[in-house]
């Protein structure tokens, strides 16, 4: 019997649930297909780059509290750079090493530095490189979250266009004609925000968190620096071995 009211007619299931997604992926359109597969693939790379930061910046924020504290701690400035070392994930830990093999250059490695001009460029120049590498692959995040959208859009437009031919084709307004190209144009909307949403909410905190890296880096800059410049000028009559050990002493006050 012919239901005209919309209904599905007596005696047959409607497909719901998985089953019916299923359904619509199996019977959808070569261009439909394509604009899937391109944002599966931008969501496994997005979700990549993901999990990759948040390890990366817990690391680096473990490290680096633990290098400062170890930093405010230490007597030499040796002890210091051996520790360096072992923290190769902290910003902080790599403007250390850095300015000091600045600062052995200018001094041999004691004594107050001549110049602390050089040490200042050191520092920054470190600093610079350690949050570009914080940042690197964040802008295929931000190019992800940007044009997946977009991507879903051209779907939505393609698979309307195919419902406006299949409306041509059948030559009479029916739910049969047109349900194919909307079914199509729906699920691409649906897959572009899938894809986009996640990479917007990743970018922003992780510019957040690289905002905290910039600003903790230029802090131990101008601690370090303060630090170096304090160092007491030794006297002539002094023995190296002695004047090496009491800089180092002055060091942090």
Same mark, same amino acid.
């Given at each position: 019997?012919?239901?005209?009211?919309?209904?599905?007619?007596?005696?047959?299931?409607?497909?719901?649930?998985?089953?019916?997604?299923?359904?619509?992926?199996?019977?959808?359109?070569?261009?439909?297909?394509?604009?899937?597969?391109?944002? *599966?693939?931008?969501?496994?790379?997005?979700?990549?780059?993901? @999990?990759?930061? #948040?390890? =990366?910046?817990?690391? !680096? +924020?473990?490290?680096?509290?633990?290098?400062?504290?170890?930093?405010?701690?230490?007597?030499?400035?040796?002890?210091?750079?051996?520790?360096?070392?072992?923290?190769?994930?902290?910003?902080?830990?790599?403007?250390?090493?850095?300015?000091?093999?600045?600062?052995?250059?200018?001094?041999?490695?004691?004594?107050?530095?001549?110049?602390?001009?050089?040490?200042?460029?050191?520092?920054?120049?470190?600093?610079?490189?350690?949050?570009?590498?914080?940042?690197?692959?964040?802008?295929?995040?931000?190019?992800?979250?940007?044009?997946?959208?977009?991507?879903? *859009?051209?779907?939505?437009?393609?698979?309307?266009?195919?419902? @406006?031919?299949? #409306?041509? =084709?059948?030559?009479? !307004? +029916?739910?049969?004609?047109?349900?194919?190209?909307?079914?199509?144009?729906?699920?691409?909307?649906?897959?572009?925000?899938?894809?986009?949403?996640?990479?917007?909410?990743?970018?922003?905190?992780?510019?957040?968190?690289?905002?905290?890296?910039?600003?903790?880096?230029?802090?131990?800059?101008?601690?370090?620096?303060?630090?170096?410049?304090?160092?007491?000028?030794?006297?002539?009559?002094?023995?190296?071995?002695?004047?090496?050990?009491?800089?180092?002493?002055?060091?942090?006050?």
């Amino acid at each position: 019997m012919q239901v005209d009211s919309g209904n599905a007619p007596v005696g047959t299931t409607l497909a719901q649930g998985p089953g019916a997604l299923m359904d619509l992926l199996q019977n959808i359109g070569p261009i439909a297909l394509f604009v899937l597969l391109l944002l *599966l693939a931008a969501s496994l790379y997005s979700w990549t780059v993901i @999990f990759s930061k #948040l390890s =990366t910046f817990r690391k !680096a +924020t473990k490290e680096s509290r633990n290098f400062i504290r170890a930093f405010r701690k230490a007597t030499r400035l040796q002890e210091v750079a051996m520790v360096a070392e072992t923290y190769k994930l902290s910003p902080l830990a790599q403007v250390f090493v850095e300015v000091y093999e600045t600062y052995k250059r200018q001094t041999g490695g004691s004594g107050p530095p001549r110049n602390l001009a050089p040490l200042e460029r050191s520092s920054q120049t470190a600093a610079s490189e350690s949050i570009t590498a914080l940042e690197r692959r964040m802008t295929w995040l931000a190019t992800i979250a940007a044009t997946s959208p977009f991507v879903g *859009l051209f779907g939505t437009v393609m698979g309307v266009v195919d419902a @406006f031919h299949g #409306l041509g =084709t059948a030559g009479s !307004a +029916t739910l049969r004609a047109v349900a194919p190209g909307i079914s199509e144009a729906l699920i691409t909307t649906a897959a572009g925000l899938f894809v986009a949403v996640p990479a917007v909410v990743a970018y922003n905190q992780f510019t957040a968190r690289i905002r905290i890296f910039a600003s903790a880096t230029d802090d131990f800059c101008r601690e370090l620096l303060n630090a170096l410049e304090e160092i007491p000028v030794r006297s002539n009559s002094q023995r190296a071995s002695d004047a090496a050990d009491e800089v180092e002493r002055g060091l942090f006050k």
